[in-house]
């Protein structure tokens, strides 16, 4: 039996008690983090961005102004890839298939997914089933052109012009199943005009041919035809989104010209694989929110012919599901299809 003589041998013990404790703890608590190791806050590395386009398009533009202003918002470096081909899916296929980790993110041209969708039967990827959305980007809306040459200034013109010959007329598009070709077949559809398909590789290639006269009109995006319009080649009638762009606020929409039912607005969004963490989809959510509204990058993309729109997550689902239907209902009407 030990006997304490003094307070000071009480003290001497419970130090080296409380000693042998933090020993045991610290032991505890490395061999802990030994076999779970403690995860760095997201992002820790840098993050890619798929597109399904080529570099210097539109869409490659678009992305590229957003993911340098993410860089600066994460702290992190936000890269983009670009894999065109197969109508979007070999891009669309590579973002699905990647770890569902935030570090694989896909920049989608909705509107073109949507009819892709439509079109091509076997996708090994769909944006619905496989991706789940951050947030809406805004839309890259198109216009409705013709030749100068042609006797019409107003939509309701062009219309009554088509009719006065059903089947003599054509139309032009950036080819077969793009976005371009379903406006016109859409337009053909709401004011019961006849036309005649004239498919291009690309606007370069269409657009001035439609300058030529060989066809009376086409649907094409603002960069790409206001050189020719500049240069009075050809002329701008309408555009195609539900509102009025900012680029062109003194042009109506084809609603305002009488053309119910009609509008395409060429959406664009940020998507995740699908199984990324909810809390890296809501800050994701959140970064991109605060990039959309800069008024650098906005007026930049002005200037590109892009609206930068910030659209929640829960919102742009349903946009999603809505742009689908729509097209899908239009390549059924017009009988749409691709070898």
């Not at 419970?14 to 933090?22: N, R, T, Y």
């Not at 805004?138 to 059903?166: F, Q, W």
Request: contains cysteine.
């Amino acid at each position: 039996m030990v006997f304490l003589h003094s307070s000071t041998d009480l003290s001497r013990i419970s130090k080296a008690k409380f000693c042998q404790l933090g020993v045991l703890l610290l032991g505890l608590c490395l061999g802990w983090a030994g076999h779970h190791p403690v995860r760095a806050a997201y992002p820790d590395k840098p993050i890619k961005v798929i597109i399904s386009f080529p570099p210097a398009g539109a869409t490659d533009v678009l992305a590229r102004a957003i993911s340098q202003k993410l860089s600066v918002v994460l702290g992190q470096q936000v890269v983009v890839e670009n894999r065109p081909g197969a109508g979007g899916a070999i891009g669309l296929v590579a973002a699905a298939k990647a770890p569902a980790d935030g570090y694989t993110l896909y920049i989608a041209g909705v509107t073109n997914q949507a009819i892709a969708a439509s079109i091509y039967k076997k996708q090994q990827a769909s944006l619905i089933d496989d991706f789940v959305p951050i947030a809406g980007l805004g839309n890259v809306p198109h216009i409705l052109v013709v030749p100068e040459t042609l006797p019409v200034s107003r939509v309701s013109e062009l219309v009554a012009y088509l009719k006065a010959n059903p089947g003599k007329y054509n139309f032009a598009s950036q080819g077969t199943g793009t976005l371009s070709h379903l406006e016109s077949e859409l337009f053909a559809i709401r004011t019961g005009v006849l036309l005649t398909h004239i498919p291009y590789k690309g606007s370069s290639q269409a657009l001035p041919e439609l300058a030529s006269g060989s066809s009376s009109m086409m649907f094409d995006s603002i960069p790409g035809s206001m050189a020719l319009v500049n240069g009075n080649k050809i002329k701008i009638l309408a555009v195609a989104s539900g509102k009025r762009v900012g680029l062109l606020p003194d042009m109506p929409t084809l609603k305002e010209s009488g053309i119910e039912d009609m509008q395409a607005d060429n959406l664009y969004g940020f998507f995740a694989p699908k199984g990324t963490p909810q809390a890296v989809v809501a800050q994701l959510e959140e970064a991109v929110r605060n990039v959309l509204i800069l008024p650098d990058l906005k007026a930049a993309m002005l200037a590109q012919g892009a609206e930068l729109i910030y659209t929640p997550a829960v919102d742009f689902s349903a946009d999603v599901l809505n742009e689908h239907a729509l097209w899908k209902d239009v390549v059924t009407t017009a009988n749409v299809t691709v070898e």
